[in-house]
């Protein structure tokens, strides 16, 4: 039977199994935007390890099928629906969680002059100022215990632009500041905080952002993948969500605990340039 940590078969998608062998029991860990990609594939293995994972998401049908797939699962997954844009509700949310995986993210790609106003704020609320709330809720069970792991699923635009993306990168730009800053204060309390920063995976999100950019750069969409998207990649494919649900367990392992103030790159050698 293949394993929830396991991507289905498909060509040019590289097989993932779970690696990092580490128990979780008795930890309690909060995703954000957990119903798919990203979140869904950190909350079923955070779960696998052991941890009661509270998966947060507005897409209640899609927690649910998240739900199911851990049945089975060493851990529990509870899942609770929650619109982040409610930031009081997003702080109170996070209170008592050991481990915080700031996942939840939308796009719009358009230019500068076009891209609407409150989408513009939408993003920056949901994808930057969420997980500061997120945060503040969750530190004062942390610190208390001396012991936390933050994990901000950043992006390689957190490390560098892409025209048409204005409010993405502006969030993730300043997603890896406030990391940063949650590092240092965190340190002395035994809180780490890192940033993961995948290049493209694939996930619902960047089967939109094909099509987004196929509009805003007038090229047919079959070429965006190889001609936009992985411009460039050295490695010319997409990142699985399974590929970075092994980070994060790994950020959350004691061979890590060393980690903290900087971002992990996982984007096929983009940011070599």
Avoid at 55 to 82: H, I, K, M, N
Avoid at 173 to 179: A, P
Avoid at 243 to 248: D, F, R, T, Y
Wanted: charged letters at 20%.
């Amino acid at each position: 039977m293949t394993s929830p940590s396991t991507p289905p078969s498909a060509p040019g998608v590289v097989p993932v199994s779970p690696t990092v062998e580490l128990d979780l029991g008795g930890r309690t860990a909060l995703v954000t935007g957990a119903a798919g990609g990203i979140g869904r594939a950190c909350a079923l293995r955070l779960a696998a390890a052991g941890a009661k994972v509270r998966a947060v998401d507005r897409d209640a049908e899609g927690l649910e099928d998240l739900a199911a797939l851990s049945a089975g699962t060493a851990g529990a997954v509870e899942p609770q629906v929650l619109d982040l844009t409610d930031l009081d509700a997003a702080e109170a949310a996070a209170a008592g969680a050991d481990i915080l995986v700031n996942n939840a993210g939308l796009q719009l790609v358009r230019p500068i002059e076009e891209f609407p106003p409150d989408v513009f704020h939408t993003v920056l609320t949901v994808m930057l100022e969420a997980p500061f709330r997120l945060i503040r809720g969750a530190l004062p069970h942390m610190y208390a215990q001396g012991w936390g792991r933050i994990v901000n699923i950043s992006s390689v635009h957190g490390l560098r632009a892409s025209a048409f993306k204005s409010a993405y990168v502006a969030a993730k730009h300043g997603l890896e500041g406030l990391s940063k800053t949650a590092a240092l204060e965190g340190a002395p309390h035994g809180v780490t905080s890192v940033c993961v920063n995948p290049g493209y995976v694939r996930t619902p999100l960047v089967e939109k952002q094909i099509a987004d950019q196929a509009a805003a750069h007038s090229v047919a969409e079959e070429r965006v993948l190889a001609d936009v998207l992985l411009k460039d990649s050295a490695i010319k494919r997409l990142v699985e969500p399974e590929e970075v649900a092994e980070a994060v367990l790994y950020l959350c392992s004691p061979q890590a605990s060393f980690i903290t103030g900087t971002s992990l790159a996982m984007d096929g050698g983009w940011t070599a340039h």
